[in-house]
T-cell receptor, first 110, second 115 residues
Framework: GQNIDQPTEMTATEGAIVQINCTYQTSGFNGLFWYQQHAGEAPTFLSYNVLDGLEEKGRFSSFLSRSKGYSYLLLKELQMKDSASYLC???????????FGAGTTVTVRA | DARVTQTPRHKVTEMGQEVTMRCQPI?????VFWYRQTMMQGLELLAYFRNRAPLDDSGMPKDRFSAEMPDATLATLKIQPSEPRDSAVYFC?????????????FGEGSWLTVV
């Protein structure tokens, strides 16, 4: 299986930047995903990395280093609506299933 | 706007009753997942199907849970008999996996309470 670790909680101020780290251990790595989940709602897709490097998508960027088993999600120009849980998920083991970390709850304060 | 559809959205049932949750994946998607989410355990994979064939149900308690995909437009998750510890949100997700696009989309979930 996959071991996926991410911080439990983070707090930041509106307009600031927050970086959520994720470390993982898996065999047969085949992609890393970030999802956003607001309380009481379903997870929604944010980003996908399969090669090393940075993927930028508006205010959100995701970075991957396969050799280090490490990824981060960068949230810039934080808004109140960004308060949510951010889930790191890894596809590995030679199949198509997605294993999720416990999630990082980000609280944005005015 | 294509989306994964789940029913029921909310279900309260008594211990010992049978519960069936249904999922309509996005048309054309070849992989369907069932996840369970609780505060304590987070998102756990229960089972998944590729091209309607079950690939992995190792995360599912076999004595009371069963998952099937009778056709390409319907996946079901059944609990019989239900127990209070089954109270959770059950998410269905689908994706076109292994063919370029890798995004997996979640339904809105079935919120189950067993009393």
């Amino acid at each position: 299986g996959q071991n996926i670790d991410q911080p439990t909680e983070m707090t930041a101020t509106e307009g600031a930047i927050v970086q959520i780290n994720c470390t993982y251990q898996t065999s047969g790595f085949n992609g890393l995903f970030w999802y956003q989940q607001h309380a009481g709602e379903a997870p929604t897709f944010l980003s996908y990395n399969v090669l090393d490097g940075l993927e930028e998508k508006g205010r959100f960027s995701s970075f991957l280093s396969r050799s280090k088993g490490y990824s981060y999600l960068l949230l810039k120009e934080l808004q109140m609506k960004d308060s949510a849980s951010y889930l790191c998920a890894v596809r590995g083991g030679g199949d198509y299933k997605l294993s999720f970390g416990a999630g990082t709850t980000v609280t944005v304060r005015a | 706007d294509a989306r994964v559809t789940q029913t029921p959205r909310h279900k309260v049932t008594e211990m010992g009753q049978e519960v069936t949750m249904r999922c309509q994946p996005i048309l054309g998607h070849n992989t369907v997942f069932w996840y369970r989410q609780t505060m304590m355990q987070g998102l756990e994979l229960l089972a998944y199907f590729r091209n309607r064939a079950p690939l992995d149900d190792s995360g599912m308690p076999k004595d009371r849970f069963s998952a099937e995909m009778p056709d390409a437009t319907l996946a079901t998750l059944k609990i019989q008999p239900s127990e209070p510890r089954d109270s959770a949100v059950y998410f269905c997700a689908s994706g076109l996996v292994g063919q370029g696009e890798n995004t997996i989309y979640f339904g809105e979930g079935s919120w189950l309470t067993v009393v």
